[in-house]
């Protein structure tokens, strides 16, 4: 991937164990940061690629928020580093102030200034001087921003206040990609949204800083947001970034029970892994890499568990939550039964689990149904 | 870079890097250390008043302290004051609550109207009425008198924030109450009433202390208070000691009431609780109290302000041409208009950085700063005045009777007007602004000139507004304190009313009046603001 051919998925570009290369634009090596006796960020290490686009996920707290302003420049690390571009700009004795980072930054809400049109709101940055051509060549290039925007060019006249929630990102969208940041971090932009809005909202952002070509970094608590938005997630947990990767492996395959857990919703049972062969009360599940062998927690994601007539395994459900285009079934399973003369190594049975459904009405409580899983399942050692 | 798909990973190693603005060391956020010294320095600068009336009872000695407070004296100005407090507070509750609730809850006709006329009583300075009913009724004189006067001039410090409150409450808890079978009488005590609380104790407090600090008013009908005998003293001796030891009774006396008001204001919370629009308030029928209540309102106003105006208005008319004097009464307008600008500049300007800590890093610290302030500017006048003449006199004789110091002692005394409007306007204009403008390439210093300080000059210049109204009207400081030949309105009004020249005096008056009246909208539009934040 190059700095002028941004892609997206499938193909994930970062591996954390590699070394950065020159490809690399954001380089942050073990930092930390406290709140008075508070630590908020306990040795992050991440690296981000030029032109990619990267989601920082993680639950309320967990430190994502003030990574981004470290990297912002708005807070100093206690210790580690920070690079853009190769170019330390924070830590090891060096500190670089927020407006020489050159740094595209977009808050929750926007923050425009409310003193301000959009039009002035977006040329806030652009020094008319320093452009060929002066106002006239700002003008110009707020008309180009709300054009790239997909705002009408009468916005320009507009107070903050007069536009609607999805349009004031986009105009602070524009008015941080004004001054042609190299890096855009995105603190929570769309949360403030509501659902139909933030989806648009979402797409159109996505599209203009890809067309940009510009690196870019997304904060959010929103596991969907993040997973469709970028292509390489890390997942904050306690001020640790607990698993980096493109969005298909941190979802398939987290790394821990709460990553999996954080990221989706996770069917986890008791299994006994004998070589990469799980056997739980769902069958023999496939495990690339098992952690141990033995007794392990199998994570299975639900649509991994299918209901068909001639499955393996039987169940019962329980009750069911029908939203619309789906229905989420929980269903009791039954005990696995041994072919006649043989063993079970783990025979499982009665545990609760929860899968969807498109067809709510074959999924009435005391319904039993046949199963079948799907893929690989993830193993976790057991926890204590 | 290359991918591993088959196992999750967590981050990298570092790499060689060049470096940006090597050496350079971290510095704490934009020019924090600095704003906290200054906050600092005006903090120990505010507390002059305190430490001098601390100082000047501990230099008095312990048995010659006690022998000028437990005297017959100090009792009988202690039996007005606190007489004068107790009687003129509850009325002003009275009169304030009630006055509020006609105009905000009822369906009064003409409320909008009623709701400024209230509040105008502010715009005439308690001296002024006081010279109006003593020229409407000479032989008024004593406790009574005092306490006539002092409502009519200060139920609109109770009136304008319970007005505000009512204005803002939320009508679906009045609803709810009403749906668990309360009557519109019980729905006031029980739902509304509480509400007010904060209202009503802020207002209480505010009347007191104008009552502790005014001198003017109950000069002129002979009735003597503390802040009264200690200005005769110091007429009389100049800095003598008994003064000051009235002057320390006064400022127990305030620091009782400061107590009282922060016990009584409870830690219930009084902000709205939950989302969605808020519903307008519900005004209940008047039906035949239309007419009694239109009545009393009328009654209260022409008392308030239509007598003072008038006695003001025949004082200038009977005068003629002669009062309008240029030779007098320019000087005394342009020093007034002087003092008043510079007084207030230098209030907001000295009242920013601790506004500033108070919004953007607010501690323990910045609470603290904020306090010594908020204390020192409840002390009267009148010992304010008198800590600066003494600290000017003894430690730096140069500046004394200077403007710097009259300057100096309108600060101290008004600067919660400013830090009020300089905090609100601050919470417009939040740090994530300012973060904005400097990730769009703005230095720290830029971005708070053209967005901070930019979106919080319309507040700061009401706070300004607001101490200039201060300024216009303070009159025993300024006694106190001005330069030989100073002259402003209050204190040619003074000077003039006291050699019972009243129709020289009334057109010092009526500028005062015509000064404060804008201002005075402003407080009340002000108010309704900060009650919806």
Not at chain 1, 35 to 40: C, E, Y
Not at chain 1, 62 to 86: M, V
Not at chain 1, 294 to 300: A, K, S, T, Y
Not at chain 2, 185 to 214: D, K, N, Y
Request: positive net charge; proline residues 6%.
């Amino acid at each position: 991937m190059t700095e002028q051919s941004p892609s997206r998925l499938p193909a994930p570009r970062v591996a954390a164990s590699v070394a950065p290369t020159t490809n690399t634009h954001l380089d942050i090596a073990e930092v930390t940061k406290n709140f008075g006796s508070q630590a908020v960020l306990k040795g992050v290490n991440l690296s981000v690629a030029k032109g990619g686009t990267t989601a920082i996920v993680g639950p309320s707290g967990s430190g994502k928020t003030t990574l981004l302003r470290l990297i912002a420049g708005f807070e100093h690390p206690a210790t580690g580093s920070i690079s853009l571009n190769g170019t330390t700009v924070a830590g090891n004795g060096v500190w670089l102030p927020a407006h020489k980072r050159h740094v595209g930054y977009v808050a929750q809400d926007g923050a425009l200034f409310p003193h301000l049109t959009v039009g002035q709101n977006i040329a806030f940055g652009l020094d008319s001087s320093a452009l060929d051509g002066g106002r006239r060549a700002v003008k110009t290039r707020v008309q180009e921003l709300l054009e790239m925007v997909s705002l009408d060019a009468d916005m320009a006249k507009r107070r903050p206040h007069q536009l609607s929630g999805g349009q004031q990102q986009r105009v602070a969208l524009a008015r941080a990609l004004a001054r042609e940041p190299e890096l855009m971090l995105l603190d929570e932009p769309f949360s403030a949204l509501d659902a139909g809005l933030r989806v648009a909202t979402r797409r159109a952002v996505a599209k203009v800083l890809n067309e940009a070509g510009v690196t870019t970094i997304l904060v959010t608590h929103d596991q969907a947001e993040a997973l469709s938005f970028a292509d390489q997630v890390a997942i904050m947990r306690g001020g640790k970034l607990a698993q980096i990767g493109n969005p298909f492996v941190v979802y398939t395959r987290p790394a821990d029970r709460a990553t999996a857990e954080f990221l989706g919703d996770a069917v986890i049972l008791n299994a006994w892994m004998e070589g990469s062969l799980a056997t739980c009360s769902l069958g023999g599940i496939p495990v690339r890499r098992p952690p141990a062998q033995g007794l392990v927690q199998l994570m299975l994601r639900p649509e991994q568990i299918r209901i068909a007539p001639d499955g393996p395994i039987r169940g019962v459900v329980v009750d069911t939550d029908y939203f619309g285009p789906e229905t989420t079934v929980r269903i009791k399973l039954a005990p696995r039964v041994a072919a006649a003369g043989a063993s079970l190594a783990y025979p499982g049975g009665g545990e609760i689990i929860t899968i969807r459904h498109w067809n709510a009405s074959i999924t009435k409580p005391g319904t039993e149904l046949c199963l079948r899983v799907v893929g690989e399942g993830v193993a976790f050692p057991v926890e204590d | 870079m290359t991918t591993d798909l088959s196992a999750p990973v967590v981050s990298k190693t570092s790499k060689s890097t060049t470096t940006a603005g090597r050496g350079k060391r971290p510095r704490p956020p934009f020019g924090v250390s600095a704003i906290s010294l200054i906050a600092v320095l005006i903090a120990l600068f505010s507390l002059i008043p305190l430490g001098y009336v601390a100082y000047m009872t501990a230099a008095t000695g312990w048995n010659t302290a006690v022998g000028l407070i437990f005297r017959p004296r100090v009792g009988e100005l202690l039996l007005n004051t606190v007489m004068l407090v107790v009687f003129t507070v509850p009325i002003c509750l009275v009169l304030g609550v009630g006055g509020a609730w006609l105009v905000e809850r009822t369906k009064l006709r003409g409320h909008r109207w009623w709701a400024v006329a209230l509040a105008a009583p502010l715009a005439i300075p308690a001296f002024v009425n006081s010279y109006s009913w003593v020229s409407a009724v000479p032989s008024l004189q004593g406790i009574w008198s005092g306490v006539l006067i002092a409502t009519l001039s200060y139920f609109p410090l109770v009136y304008i924030p319970a007005a505000a409150t009512l204005g803002r409450l939320d009508p679906a808890i009045e609803q709810s109450a009403a749906s668990l079978g309360l009557g519109p009488w019980a729905v006031f005590f029980r739902v509304v009433l509480p509400q007010l609380r904060i209202a009503m104790t802020g207002g209480g407090l505010l009347v007191s202390l104008h009552l502790l600090a005014e001198y003017g008013a109950f000069a002129m009908i002979r009735f003597d208070t503390f802040t009264t005998a200690i200005m005769t003293q110091f007429q009389s001796t100049f800095n003598g000691t008994a003064g000051n030891m009235l002057a320390s009774v006064l400022v127990f006396f305030c620091l009782i009431l400061l107590l009282v008001e922060v016990r009584s204001r409870g830690s219930a919370r009084y902000a709205r609780v939950g989302s969605g629009a808020q519903a307008k308030p519900i005004r209940l029928p008047l039906r035949h109290y239309q007419i009694p209540s239109q009545l009393a309102l009328l009654a209260l106003t022409v008392l308030a302000f239509g007598l003072p105006i008038w006695f003001v208005l025949r004082w200038v008319f009977a005068g003629g041409a002669r009062v309008w004097s240029a030779d007098e009464f320019l000087p005394a307008l342009l020093q007034t208009l002087a003092y008043g600008t510079v007084g207030a500049a230098a209030t907001i300007v000295v009242g920013f950085p601790m506004a500033y800590l108070a919004v953007r890093h607010p501690s323990w610290f910045s609470k603290m700063l904020e306090l010594s302030n908020y204390i020192t500017s409840s002390l009267p006048g009148i010992v304010v005045g008198l800590a600066f003449v003494t600290v000017s006199i003894r430690m730096v004789p140069g500046i004394y009777q200077t403007s710097g110091v009259l300057i100096a002692a309108y600060v101290l005394l008004f600067l919660p007007r400013a830090l009020v409007n300089i905090r609100s306007g601050l919470a417009q204009a939040p740090k994530e602004l300012d973060e904005a403008a400097q990730s769009l390439g703005k230095t720290p210093l830029a971005s708070f000139l053209k967005v901070t300080l930019r979106l919080t000059a319309p507040a700061a210049a009401g706070g300004a507004a607001l101490v200039f109204l201060a300024i216009v009207n303070e009159l025993t400081a300024t006694l106190l304190l001005s330069p030989n030949g100073t002259h402003t309105l209050a204190t040619e009004f003074w000077s003039k009313s006291s050699e019972i020249d009243y129709s020289g005096a009334a057109p010092y008056a009526l500028l005062m009046i015509l000064l404060s009246a804008p201002m005075t909208y402003l407080l009340f539009q002000q108010s309704k603001k900060v009650a919806g934040q």
